[in-house]
């Protein structure tokens, strides 16, 4: 068995994507279907974090409803599902850099 086979195919399909994914940011989360939009807040706001099962409740939705939507949120990296309980995952913020210490010398004057 060659092993530039199976290295080279990995290589390749890494090769293949053009776009690099950019991080969500809590902006972001304003052009999400309605649904999901309501998930994501409801899990922000809970005091504790909840399963799938409370959350349906919470929200009088069918849990099967909830855990396709919970799944989706998932897999883009917005949710994530630790021993069992719901929790947003991190999310891409800006950081704020003064300019150029522009701010520190007027200070002197």
Not at 32 to 57: G, K, M, N, Q, S
Not at 62 to 68: I, R
Not at 91 to 100: D, F, L
Request: net charge negative.
């Amino acid at each position: 068995m060659s092993t530039a086979g199976m290295f080279g195919r990995l290589t390749g399909r890494m090769d293949d994507t053009d776009e690099v994914a950019t991080p969500l940011t809590v902006s972001d989360l304003l052009e999400f279907p309605d649904d999901e939009r309501a998930i994501v807040r409801h899990i922000l706001r809970a005091p504790t974090p909840l399963t799938v099962t409370e959350l349906a409740a919470e929200l009088g939705e069918p849990a099967d409803t909830v855990a396709k939507l919970v799944g989706a949120l998932s897999m883009r990296g917005v949710v994530a599902a630790v021993d069992g309980k719901l929790k947003i995952s991190p999310m891409h913020s800006a950081a704020r850099v003064s300019p150029g210490g522009l701010w520190g010398q007027l200070n002197d004057l």
